[in-house]
């Protein structure tokens, strides 16, 4: 069945405990217990897996000890600069960067080795095969590499219902089933999804239904 392309927003705050963990477990084990000065690690998998998530939980996680990370992003233009104070350097998106952004991420890397911060850095394909400039592309490979694995249909189901119930939103079994089987089971999209979803209840003052669902997507095709 042909899978709908959703638009991505903008990831929500996220933390380990809020992450299921799937088939991910070495990676999420290996950041949580990320030690001071550790080797490099880089995350991949396809759109939905969990990359961000999981970088903005290391985040997360330290920033509650009171340390200052450096977080740089394809959206994020040079000059990149590591200050002294910065305890942890993240990159994400890296097999999106350009020729500067390229420039810059190699710089910070050697800065980083050179001060001893570690990093973490994630893309949607391994570091073999990121469309970088070779240096680049070979320190991004330095550490351990995990390939992180979207959810089962089963856990998906269970995300959503979870975040479904934290908002209080009623999602009934058609509806879910009209989610999962027309759908990429991508939880960046699906959450998006659910977002839209309950603005547009809010504003038809209905509940969320099969045909509410339908409503809305027509709405945005016309737009």
């Known amino acids: 069945m042909k899978q709908l392309p959703l638009p991505i927003a ?11 963990t799937g088939a991910n477990a070495a990676a999420v084990q290996h950041l949580q217990q990320l030690a001071p000065q550790a080797v490099p690690a ?37 000059p990149w600069t590591l200050e002294p104070a910065h305890a942890l350097l993240l ?5 999106d960067f350009d020729e500067s952004q390229q420039q810059a991420a190699f710089a910070l890397l050697v800065n980083a080795q050179t001060h001893g ?7 949607r394909v391994p570091p073999v ?17 995990f390939a992180l694995h979207n959810l089962s249909e089963e856990q998906a189901r269970g995300v ?15 509806v879910m089933d009209y989610l999962m089987t027309r759908f990429a089971r991508d939880l960046t999209h699906l959450m998006t999804l ?9 504003s038809e003052h ?18």
């Not at 659910?194 to 809010?202: G, I």
Request: net charge negative.
């Open 117 to 123: 911060v570690p990093w973490v850095a994630a893309g």
């Open 42 to 78: 880089y995350l991949w998998g396809a759109s939905g897996s969990g990359k961000t998530h999981l970088l903005r939980a290391l985040a997360a996680q330290r920033q509650q000890r009171g340390e200052q990370i450096a977080w740089f992003d394809d959206s994020t233009r040079p």
């Open 129 to 145: 095969d990121l469309p970088l400039r070779e240096d680049l592309r070979t320190r991004l490979g330095w550490g351990p590499v």
């Open 10 to 20: 903008a990831p929500a705050a996220a933390g380990f405990d809020t992450f299921t």
């Open 160 to 174: 959503l219902r979870r975040e479904s119930d934290r908002r209080g939103i009623f999602l009934s079994d058609e």
């Open 91 to 95: 990159l994400d998106r890296c097999d």
């Open 194 to 202: 659910l977002d839209q979803l309950d603005d547009f209840a809010l």
């Open 206 to 223: 209905r509940a969320v239904t099969v045909p509410l669902l339908k409503k809305m997507l027509l709405e945005q095709a016309e737009a």
